[in-house]
């Protein structure tokens, strides 16, 4: 058995790029690289813990135990776009994808939108239903896909400059909303899929912990891409507006007293793809922001809403150092312990890249959250202690792949015991629910 210090060691040599973000260091390892992803797109992390993707005509799922990339599904045609699993995957085994009708970036005019089911006895997918079909000029193809709160399927489609008038029926420039059968919801604004309209080419779809819906947005103009907030029969602006600039294409709207549109929350000079909304107490400085990929100009934007989550109040750009190697970065996944994977490089040297504090960061700072940790490193018995007027609810142990490892209730009248003997070596996080929050710390096991 390789020793923890050599699994380390392997760790780092695969990806040997490191960040730092406010007091935290970042490690980011190559996970996956170009002999084994071709044109990732799409990256969801499962309630199998595993990492799915959509991969040229392929969906495919990485597993981090075991470091196997499978191939659930093979079309033999076309090139992946988003995908969503079902809310209540696995008991109901669909699967939303995307998929342009050519096989790389620009080369087709049409999207088509599927539903496919994912057999668990062969661990494929299979039975692909496609609902209906989008067009599409040029290079964007928009196509980010998610499940809303009432269990309908959102997308997001394109309008390259002005690919024809919002009509009845017309899929261009707009998010639609539809039943997983292809039907449309009752309560949609119209009687087709219409949700909103006025995008421009909306590449990253997230849900906030309230169950709003944001999107990230081209324009087309210096400060035109949009963060915005969906609102089923609203519209968005464009083309007359991009960003909040008024464009060429409709010049009466911008001395129009009646015209009127729906605001973006933020508007910035970046070209944004997926975006995630980060609530882990992993990463303090990521906690509570949208974490957005950011394609050619490289790195990512983070922006801090209010307590109403309603707007946003702050946007950073997280550029240079690492993010000059990571450069195109289409999506991200959050993993429930925090620790994040990116598709970066997306065109011609494709990488999955997995970012987690360094294994020393907070690793000699253990007496904060509220509990102290000891010893650190860990051989055997693990002493957690609590802060003075602590109240504590539950103590949760997850290892270096989010799983969890230990979960009971710790006591507060002295140090509750936890033997990780038997444990793996490797890098945990002992996460403490109080009455005052959460608290979090890092340890190391070793033998």
């Known amino acids: 058995m390789p020793t923890l210090s050599a699994a380390l060691l392997g760790q780092q040599c695969r990806g040997q ?3 730092q973000l406010g007091n935290t260091l970042l490690d980011i390892d190559v996970v996956l690289d170009s002999t084994r992803v071709n044109i990732p797109w799409e990256i969801l992390w499962g309630p199998d813990d595993k990492l799915w993707m959509t991969d040229g005509p392929l969906i495919t799922r990485w597993d981090p135990v075991t470091d196997v990339v499978d191939t659930l599904m093979d079309r033999g045609r076309g ?3 988003g995908m969503a699993l079902h809310p209540d995957f696995p008991n109901t085994p669909i699967v939303m994808a995307v998929f342009d009708t050519a096989d790389y970036y620009a080369g087709g005019q049409l999207c088509e939108v599927g539903r496919f089911i994912y057999d668990a006895a ?3 997918i299979t039975d692909e239903t496609v609902l209906f079909t989008y067009y599409h000029a040029g290079e964007h193809a928009a196509g980010r896909v998610l499940f809303d709160t009432t269990g309908n399927v959102l997308v997001t489609t394109p309008d390259y400059y002005l ?3 919002d009509t009845l029926w017309s899929m261009v420039g707009k998010t639609l909303r539809f039943s997983t059968d292809g039907s449309v919801p009752l309560d949609n604004p119209r009687t087709d899929y219409t949700w909103t309209w006025g995008h421009r080419n909306a590449q990253g779809l997230a849900m ?7 999107t990230s947005e081209h324009g087309m103009a210096p400060w035109g891409n949009e963060i915005n907030m969906i609102e089923g029969n609203h519209y968005y602006g464009w083309p007359a507006f991009d960003g909040d600039q008024c464009s060429s294409i409709i010049p009466d709207s911008c001395t129009s007293l009646t015209f009127s549109y729906t605001h973006a929350l933020a508007t910035f000079p970046q070209p944004p793809s997926g975006t995630e909304f ?3 107490d992993l990463i303090p400085e990521l906690h509570d922001k949208l974490i957005t990929c950011v394609l050619w100009q490289r790195g990512l934007k983070l922006y801090s809403f209010t307590n109403e989550l309603d707007s946003i109040t702050a946007q950073e750009y997280l550029d240079g150092g690492a993010f000059d190697v990571m450069w195109r970065n289409r999506d991200i996944a959050i993993r429930p312990d925090g620790t994040f994977y990116l598709i970066t490089n997306d ?6 890249r997995w970012v987690h504090p360094d294994i020393n960061t907070g690793v000699s700072s253990v007496t904060r959250q509220g509990f102290s940790i000891a010893p650190n490193p860990v051989e055997g018995i693990l002493s957690i202690t609590l ?3 602590i109240d504590p609810i539950t103590v949760t142990t997850l290892d270096a792949e989010g799983r969890t490892v230990y979960s009971g209730t710790p006591t507060k009248y002295g140090p509750t015991m936890i033997d990780t003997r038997n444990w793996s070596d490797g890098l945990y996080t002992v996460r403490l629910t109080h009455a005052h929050g959460i608290g979090v710390q890092r340890f190391v096991k070793s033998r």
């Open 278 to 280: 980060y609530t882990s």
């Open 163 to 165: 690919n024809g008038p």
């Open 387 to 389: 802060d003075p007027g």
């Open 122 to 124: 062969n661990d494929t």
């Open 347 to 352: 065109r011609g040297d494709a990488r999955i």
């Open 208 to 214: 906030l912990p309230n169950g709003a819906i944001i």
């Open 79 to 81: 090139n992946g776009l």
């Open 17 to 19: 790029l490191t960040y």
